[in-house]
């Protein structure tokens, strides 16, 4: 077995008088003596090299003569050269330089980009300490991920592997592909909202149902699919049409005098080393903060891509405080003023929607504020409803 060569096996003989009484002995101390044998009187067995003292005592103790036959395993060929301190400096340096090289980047991969250059993510990742030599225990993985997220525009998600020294980036860029609308499946163009009609732009296909001025509720038919032939026979197209139709929307903002709002510190990072579940701060501790934003990334070193139960745990940490502060009734009203403005840019004009006409009308209480705006809206309320029709070609 292997591990016999690194303990050394030591093949032993007895001289004594009563081998029998020997064994009983061996048995009852802590010496792993095993393939024990009495012939002519000598008792012989085996016992590990580090057993090898104990036995020599034992046998002393009894009037007892200890002979050593024989010897084997990979400890005592390595005792032979104990004093050849070069050969074992020379095996530690190899040792060391395998691991380090181990554990550093040497290769990194960059998949997935098909809009942006290698040269262009490689160079966020570098500002999060990935980079060719850089020393991959010390990287906080999961952090460096949403740097690439928030920091490359069109990126929608990024996920990061390591093997040995080699890192895989894998990204996955936002999609802008036009949508393709199936026109050989028959369907009807309904109303998307309760709406009146204002304006009918085109109808490509399709049978248009309300006249320019009705009113319409949501899901109302605007153009059908359904068409009757001169034949008295019906037909199914794909109904396609822009008509445009004006609805009221009514939202409501509120804003409290007692604002909380938290201040986020620099951020910093915690390391421990862990070694078979114990773990070692290499950094000092912090007891000193109170709230924090805490996420944890556990890096294992490896050896010839073999993950080993040792690595660094890096915790960073991002402490804040939260800081209220009692606004005035005018600062109250310009912050509804900018949610105002925020949902309108992003709802409303981002939506290809005009605003006719809107009313706002402020209330106030002791806790704060609220707004509330009715919309005037005109837009394409167009919406696709699929007509299913057994056997359709």
Not at 90 to 106: D, E, Q, R, T, Y
Not at 334 to 362: C, Q, S
Request: net charge negative.
């Amino acid at each position: 077995m292997i591990l016999d060569g690194f303990r050394g096996i030591i093949s032993f003989t007895i001289v004594t008088d009563s081998p029998e009484e020997f064994i009983n002995l061996l048995r009852k101390s802590a010496v792993s003596a095993r393939n024990m044998s009495v012939c002519d009187g000598l008792l012989t067995g085996e016992c590990y090299g580090f057993d090898r003292a104990a036995l020599m005592q034992i046998a002393a103790s009894n009037h007892a003569e200890f002979i050593e036959n024989s010897r084997r395993g990979f400890i005592f060929k390595a005792l032979l050269y104990k004093n050849r301190y070069g050969l074992f400096a020379g095996l530690a340096a190899s040792f060391i330089m395998v691991f380090f090289l181990s554990n550093i980047a040497m290769k990194i991969d960059i998949m997935g980009n098909e809009t942006m250059s290698d040269a262009e993510v490689a160079a966020v990742l570098e500002e999060t300490g990935i980079y060719i030599g850089a020393y991959l225990p010390h990287v906080n993985l999961a952090a460096a991920e949403r740097t690439i997220i928030s920091n490359v525009a069109g990126v929608a998600w990024a996920g990061i592997k390591r093997n040995g020294p080699i890192v895989s980036v894998e990204i996955s860029e936002m999609s802008g592909k036009p949508e393709i609308t199936p026109t050989n499946m028959p369907c009807n163009v309904v109303a998307s909202k309760n709406a009146q009609i204002v304006k009918i732009n085109h109808v490509q296909l399709g049978m248009l149902v309300p006249m320019l001025g009705d009113t319409v509720k949501s899901g109302d038919v605007l153009v059908s699919g359904v068409i009757e032939g001169k034949l008295h026979n019906t037909y199914y197209v794909h109904a396609l049409a822009d008509i445009t139709g004006r609805y009221t929307e009514r939202v409501t903002f509120n804003q409290s005098y007692l604002d909380r709002e938290q201040k986020f510190s620099n951020s910093f990072t915690r390391r421990e080393l862990f070694i078979f579940g114990l773990e070692i701060p290499l950094t000092p501790g912090f007891s000193n903060i109170e709230n924090a934003e805490i996420e944890e990334d556990k890096n294992y070193f490896e050896l010839f891509s073999l993950r080993l139960p040792i690595g660094i745990i890096n915790t960073e940490i991002r402490p804040y405080k939260t800081i209220e502060t009692t606004l005035s009734p005018e600062t109250a009203k310009d912050r509804l003023n900018a949610k105002i403005a925020r949902y309108e840019e992003n709802f409303i004009a981002d939506e290809g929607v005009t605003i006719i006409e809107r009313e706002v009308v402020f209330s106030e209480n002791e806790d704060g504020q609220t707004v509330t705006i009715e919309y005037i809206l005109e837009s394409n309320i167009c919406q696709t409803q699929y007509i299913y029709v057994k056997n359709h070609r």
